[in-house]
C-alpha cells in the first residue's frame, strides 16, 4: 500500500463515520492541540493515551474498512486498537518517548512534502519518524517538550483553520487538505509560532514550579536544621 492509497483509505475511514461523530473532531484536534503545546511536559502520560487511542483506532479502522467496507467492523477494530494502542503508551514508557519523537519526525516529513508538493516517500517517512524517536530516547525532556509542542501547534492550527473557514458543519478530509493547501503560507508560519510560544511556555512553567518548590523547601526548614546547615557550610 503506498502513501496515495493510504492517504484514500484515511478519507474513506473518515467519512464512514456518523456526522454526529465527525462534527466533533477538529474541535477534538484543537482542545488537545492546546494541551500538547502549552502543557505537553506536564500531562505528557496524558496525551499519550489520547494521542495512542486516536492514532491506533484511525490505523486499525482504515485498514478493515480497506479490506472489508464494513463500518460496523471497522469501529469494532478501531476501538479496539485505540484501547491497546492507549495502554501501551502509558503502562510503557519508553515506547511513549520513543513515539513522540517518532510522531514529530514524521509530522515534519509530511508538512515538508506538502510545501514542495511533491507525493510522500514511506522510506523518508518512517527514516525520519525512526531518527525522531532515538532523539527522543537520548534527549528525553528536551524532545518531549519540542514534539509536543510542535504536535499541539499543528493541532490548533488545523481546529482554527476548519472553524473559522468551514464553521461547524460535518467533518471532510478531503476539504481540509484543500484548505491547509489554500492557506498554506499562513498555516505554516502559525504553526511555527505556536511552537516557539509553547516551547517557551514548557519551560516557563517548569522553571516556575522549580522555583516555588525550592522556595516551599527552604519555608519549611525548622531554625535547628537551618543552623545545622549554616554549620556545615561554614565547615
Known amino acids: 500500500m503506498n502513501t496515495t492509497q493510504i492517504h ?3 478519507h474513506e475511514f473518515l467519512g464512514s463515520l456518523p456526522p454526529e461523530l465527525t462534527v466533533w473532531l477538529p474541535l477534538l484536534l484543537l ?30 479502522g482504515m485498514f478493515v474498512f480497506s479490506l472489508s467496507d464494513s463500518y460496523i467492523a471497522a469501529l469494532i477494530a478501531a476501538l479496539f486498537a485505540g484501547v491497546i494502542s492507549a495502554v501501551m503508551l502509558v503502562m510503557v514508557y519508553f515506547l ?18 506538502s510545501v514542495v508538493g511533491e507525493a510522500y516517500w514511506i522510506s523518508v517517512l518512517v527514516l525520519l519518524g525512526f531518527i525522531g524517536g532515538i532523539a527522543a530516547l537520548i534527549y528525553q525532556r528536551l524532545m518531549i517538550v519540542i514534539s509536543t509542542a510542535v504536535i499541539g501547534a499543528t493541532g490548533m492550527v488545523l481546529g482554527v483553520l476548519w472553524y473559522s473557514t468551514a464553521g461547524w458543519v460535518e467533518f471532510d478530509a478531503l476539504r481540509l ?22 516551547i517557551f511556555v514548557q519551560y516557563w512553567l517548569k522553571s516556575s514550579v522549580h522555583t516555588v518548590a525550592s ?7 525548622t531554625p535547628g536544621e537551618s543552623a545545622g546547615a549554616a554549620s556545615d557550610q561554614k565547615e
Open 8 to 10: 484514500q483509505s484515511l
Open 31 to 60: 482542545v488537545l492541540g492546546v494541551a500538547a503545546c502549552f502543557f505537553g511536559w506536564r500531562v505528557f502520560k496524558v496525551i499519550l493515551g489520547v494521542s495512542g487511542f486516536l492514532i491506533g483506532a484511525l490505523l486499525v
Open 96 to 113: 511513549g518517548v520513543f513515539f513522540s519523537g517518532a510522531a514529530m519526525g514524521v509530522l515534519i516529513g509530511y508538512l515538508g512534502f
Open 177 to 198: 487538505d484543500a484548505l491547509v493547501e489554500q492557506y498554506a503560507s499562513v498555516s505554516i508560519i502559525a504553526g511555527v509560532v505556536l511552537s516557539a510560544a509553547g
Open 215 to 221: 522556595a516551599a523547601s527552604v519555608a519549611t526548614t
